[in-house]
């Protein structure tokens, strides 16, 4: 059997039955994983452990274990913030903007890409906690009515915004993502054989009977939430963004920066939707669900917003000339394109607007591992951009005499080490614990195949 | 407990003791065996209900009593009755006198419940008036030192002052009867009582001597000086009467003779003020780039062998005694030489020399151009630096020799900074009685048998007369901290005068002083006005100007050839006398900006040539290693390295920080050299990276520092700064500028006449206690200074212009760190001054990096208790030099400059008290009142008559980066250089 819709073809392969989807997607829960399974969770406990040590140093001795300093005050702790915020974005524009497009391509991703967005933003919400000087006191940011006056929040500061569209966004981020698994998870709950596994999946699935009248409130919650979060993932980057944009700072002070970072973000978190479908596929041999037109879809999205990276670096680089100021002027072309931040620069510049390009070839597209090389390299460079703007924006700032390189301590390599472990743990364990694929999403794209264009049928052919 | 309940009547029942300290503990022990009985009795006995209750109640008491007290509370103990003159809370000043053997500075100091805290200039001193230098200023941490000798010393061991009396004394009778020799080795002792004190003891033992070693000597002019008038003396300078200054390697405003003197009066001639385009000319040739030549209108860098044949040509030009086989007139002296005839009497020519030869043709050339009673004056003899190196020289071999019998050391420290320290240390070892009066322990007083320990000078009586008709007061501000005695009154002890020294000097001051002056009648209002003042001036006394009186032949000057070293006094160490400082240590070098150890400066080109690289470890002459630094402005062919560092025996702080390098002096026949012809050095393929605290040195043709010349300042006084004029004219805002009502506080910073020296940034460390964190941290750029002097080249890399430029919180009216702290624990006051609420302070640091300036500093660590910093915040006694008035900054949270928010706040209480609006002059923050050139100004924006606001309506101010249109309170006036014209 197979599916096809009239543009994208075939959305699912292998002439499934409804309950082949089920069984073929609650399998990896329900069976002991393999050996690769224990050991990449090996490696990711390693780095976990590392992780917190580096952690636990940073609590009791201070930051003052890390290499930043009083003329650069921010350094790894805020690149991979914003890192992993951009690679939280992803899941949720991926789900909603797709879901409010009704682009039911989107149904064998979306929960991977939730999932990994969840994963992303505990690990970008670290940070902003950890680089504190007196993390014990973070409680001082959240507007609480309080004795001392009462002592508001500065409302106008960039960093206050920011706090309040990261929890938002971590919040909507996280209801969304598991309000789509509530109806899998009672798949699994009536499903398994395990009495812990029914009662564990009972609770989680809320009592889910899937009565018509549930799916009508289901549907609706998910548009609603859905409707909050499109909005958000606009906001939170571009409120990241302003931490940077409202400063004085030659090289953060663009107006460029809101659309830049979205853009931004989109593309780390789309090159990570890359990364982690192509192991899904390959691992789990999901192939009929992730099919090559799904992998197509993001390359082309890719490749696109590869473009606007470009441009984005072409217009920060023409305004640095175009406007004469010399403090910008100097950062672009005498730090970065030239200088000693040459390798950084073009490290994301190659990364982010040259290698993606491959994409335009059809066959790049297709080559799952040149794909998933390509979407490394996309997380590489983005990295990099972030590096650019705040280390080498802060070490070459007006007065020359407060110049000062930066390289990280240990500690900070192990922070981001952590955070990197913390991610693949996480990821980990939904591969073990949760249905990788929406299965009663994907059941709804087998049904609205079957109405259209009726079963057995085959319209655009195989891939 | 469980036995029953035991009742009391008065609560002091359970408090055997009354109300003090050391019964707390038996109460404490009380109340832990309560404790114990009140869990045994729930544990063993019957569990009864109640039992139950009151352990359920002890512990919801306790837990609540424990996470509420997150630090240990110490007690401060009120006085019961309070004595007259103290008032908790409020500052008492006392005037007294610092005099360290090198630098002699008048100073008020600050005393909070009876602890000297802070150190200020004495504005009524004629000499430095009012201003200090950064080792004044840190002086005051040196009281709190616990590396100082805290007893008396025999071999090591401790020992009492009166057994240590009784075995010295006898044994100086002893030796006295026999006829050998004993030799009191002292650096210069200014003090009259002192030197009666000595005169007494050298009386009481025919035999003995007394030797003036001077690290740094005077030995040059005191014997040139003695050849040309006939009298050894060092003459008084005017810098301020001179129009032109010619100075060869004399670091005037660093470390020569009577710096903080000498800026003063420097500063006053390169002061603009309005209509008033008169200003010094400044020409200096010298090897390294010092201080001095940093602030020069035109600087040579010259090899230290060049300096003698540009003398003598210099003479020639000038139509003095010809010499022969002088070098060719170049063009750079014919000019100079054209331009010292036409500023006839007043010029004045110096040289840093030792050399008596070299002053000699200095002196020539000063009396050829007149000067002689005008700029410099040897009819006020000044008295510092009176040692002559051949008195050492001759000691050195004579210790060697075994005829010296008893040697006593006070206030110097041969063993280290002696050139052949080997031969003092074997002839030391050869005295029989050898005796160390230092007040913290040296290299010298460790080999010494005896060990008693003097005094530091606010724990003093005493007195100085720096110059011939100028005298100083020194009085004690704290009782002896250890158990330690001044060095005059052990000398009065072996004596066997039982005299006390407060005594022995109102004596001295009764029959020698006080009939030298009429003003009062009696000797109580005479004593008590000059304590008061700390200062006593007379006529001066003599016969005027001493004639020059010199046909004496110039010899030859013989050519150097090779690499030549070049040894100088830093201006944080100095000759290493307070090296154990840790606030010195980590002062950045006004030229390097390098802390905690000394370098190999070496030119650019030199570098290149010999393809050295910065932080490169080179061995000069196969003995000393040095990590090079490339230095602008040294002189090709030539390193220099500073004094002072590498100490080895005095103190956790110093030891091992840099090297020693006094071994590479040189003992010429009759003189201590300070440099050396003919050095080899040698690669070691290692780097060791030294800690600047500032790294790039170019402005990139940012108008940072603004300056013009003077020519150019003539004709339009705007000139060099017509950017400002521009700027205010195109700057756009949609906001009203903000309007304060009341005061609206402001700094004004002149840039021609700040030297870069240091003081303020030593005077606002001592002021805010802020802390010192050490090599490591400085080089990670995280020094905690609240003020910052950068320093930019500019031009030729041999022969760069330098700008000193002061940079604290520029208190900006539209501050760009206030809104992006998302706490709001950075706020704008009402007068203007910008804020931080330390305890608000979460440490997103997101302030720091919006400030354009980066003033803000960051609290990386818990630096106060923490061994890993052990500097004064360590230790308990060295915690108290804090300032009770400023907080101490805990981890994680950022501070800066407050403008001295807490001295605003006294004036403003004080004025309040005295029911009148306050002048906003009157307030005086640390770095302005420590400044030797006033070149700071603070004061009250909103008032017409303020310095500060002429200041900022002149055609020279400038706001730095006033492009962001931040709206500083900090003006800046332009640098103005008189070139040749």
Redesign the interface.
Known sequence: MSYATEIRGPLVLGNKKLSQVSEDIISPIDSRPGKWWFIAMFVASLMLVYGAYALYITLTVGIGTWNVNNSVAWGWDIINFVWWIGIGHAGTAFSIFLLLLRQTWRTSINRAAEAMTVAAVICAALFPLIHMGRPWLFFYIAPYPNTRGPLWVNYNSPLFWDFMAISAYLLISASFWYLGMIPDFATIRDKTSSRIKKMVYGILSFGWTGSSREWIRYESVGFVLGGIAAVLVVSVHSIVSTDFASSVIPGWHTTLFPPYFVVGAIFSGFAMVMTLMILIRKIYKFQDYVTYGHLDAIARILVFVSLIMGTAYLTEIFLAWYSGNEYEGFLLFRSRITGPYAYEFWAMFICNALIPQLFWSKRIRNNLTLAFIISLFINVGMWYERFNIIVTSLSRTYLPSVWVSYHPTYIEVGLYLGTMGLFSTFVLLFFRFVPMIAIHEVKSVLKHNEREHGMGELKNGDQ | MSGGKKYYQHIRELEPGGFVRKNEAATEMKAKADILTLLDGSLTGPASRRSFLKLAGFSTVLATVLNSCEKPIHKAIPYLIKPEEITPGLSENFATSFFDGEEFCSVIVKSRDGRPIKIEGNPGSALSKGGTSARVQASVLGLYDNDRYHTPLKNGKEISWASADDEIRNKLNEIREKGGRIVLLSSTVISPSANSIIRDFLSAFPSASHITYDTASCNGILLANEKSFGIRAIPSYHFDKAELIVSFDADFLGNWISPTEFISQYASVKKLKDNHDKMVRHVQFETGMSITGSNADTRFPIKPSEEKSILISLLNAIGGRKAENAEPLSDNVAGLADELSRSHGKSLVVSGSNDPEIQLIVNRINHLLGNYGKTLDLGRPVYLRKGIDADILNLVDEMNKGSIDALLIVNTNPVYHYPESEKFVSGLKATALSVSLSVSPDETSALCGYVCPGNHYLESWGDAQPAQNHFGLQQPLINPVFSTRQWEESLLRWTGNTTGIQDYLKKFWESNLFPRQQNKRRFYDFWVTALQGGIFETELSGSGHPDMNDTGEISVHEKQEGIELHLYQSVAMATGRHANNPWLQELPDPVTKAVWENYASVSPRFAADNGLEDFDVIKINDTIALPVLIQPGQAYGTISVALGYGRMDTGNVANGMGVNVFPLATIAPGHIGLSRSGVTFSRQGQKHTVARS?????????P?VRETTLEEYRKNPESGNELHREIEKKGVTLYDKPKYDGFHWGLSVDLNSCTGCGACIIACQSENNIPVVGKT?VS????MHWI?I???YAGNPDQPDVVH?P?MCMHCDNA?CE??????ATPHNNEGLNQVAYT???????C???C???V???????YAKNPKFDYNGNSDLGRLVLNPDVTVR?????EKCSFCSQRIQEKKLKAKLDNRVLNGQEVQPACVQACPAKALVFGDLNNSENTVTRNTGNERNYY??EE?H?LPSVGYLTKIRNRNT
Do not use: H
């Not at chain 2, 500032?694 to 940012?702: D, F, H, I, L």
């Open positions: 500032q790294v790039y040195a170019e402005m990139q043709g940012r940072i941290e990670k750029f995280r020094i910052r950068d320093r930019y430029q940079v760009p809104n992006v702290c998302p706490v709001s608000r302070c979460i440490g997103t640091k997101y720091i990096n919006n354009p300036y980066k803000r500093k960051f609290n990386w660590f818990q805990e981890r994680g949270v950022v730095l980066l962001l931040t």
